[in-house]
């Protein structure tokens, strides 16, 4: 059964500080991962998406990282800023016609000005 | 595009009453899907469609039925309103084609 974590369960850091979210999945045959925002009350925001076949996607300030074999996501957050301030959330999905995205239980960030 | 959207936004009921959640989403996806979130529990998938007049069920479907007469509206169906069923619910679609998926805003449902 896949497990996602995410670690730490919570990160507090000042502002412009460049940061690094972790996600972590126990079986390595995973068709893709995505990564949300989730702002408090509302509901999930797509960041980015990564294919099994990618390493890394990058929007803006954002660089997601992908390391399939050892099980390994990482979200890269460059000169952050109090609004980035949320939860992100990560997520697998076993192959294409899976309908089931398998959740970690999020880190919530908060940036400090 | 409006993207997916639910309504209410927030929801009160009493023990073994019924409602149903709206979702909607006008960006002509094929797949869409109901999740619960849940304090420690994380989002569980509840039920799916893969079109229209196709439903399936996900992790926790017990409690809740799904219907998909139009490609663009998903509702969820407590048939029998529980405490077990306090949660935030969320509603999701993609394109077949295409893994990206997209959530509504959620509904905040209570149950007394």
């Known amino acids: 059964k896949q497990e996602v974590t995410q670690i730490p369960a919570a990160l507090s850091v000042p502002e412009g500080e460049n940061l690094v979210l972790n996600c972590s999945f126990t079986d390595s045959a995973i068709y893709n991962l995505q990564w949300f925002r989730q702002d408090p009350g509302k509901g999930l925001t797509s960041l980015l998406l990564i294919q099994s076949s990618q390493r890394e996607q990058t929007s803006g300030r954002l660089n997601a990282s992908l390391d399939k074999s050892s099980g390994r996501s990482t979200l890269y957050i460059a000169a952050s800023q109090p609004g980035d301030s949320a939860t992100y959330l990560c997520?697998?999905?076993?192959?294409?016609?899976?309908?089931?995205?398998?959740f970690g239980q999020g880190t919530r960030l908060t940036i400090n000005p | 595009n409006a993207g997916v959207t639910q309504t209410p936004k927030f929801q009160v009921l009493k023990t073994g009453q019924s409602m149903t959640l709206q979702c909607a989403q006008d960006?002509?996806?094929?797949?869409m899907s109901w999740y619960r979130q849940d304090p420690g529990m994380g989002l569980r998938l509840i039920h799916y469609s893969v079109g229209a007049g196709i439903t399936d069920q996900g992790e926790v479907p017990n409690g809740y039925n799904v219907s998909r007469s139009t490609t663009e509206d998903f509702p969820l169906r407590l048939l029998s309103a529980a405490p077990s069923q306090t949660s935030v619910y969320f509603c999701a679609s993609r394109r077949a084609a295409h893994n990206e998926q997209f959530f509504g805003p959620g509904t905040r449902l209570t149950v007394l």
């Open positions: 997520a697998v999905r076993r192959d294409q016609g899976a309908q089931k995205l398998v």
């Open positions: 960006m002509n996806h094929e797949y």
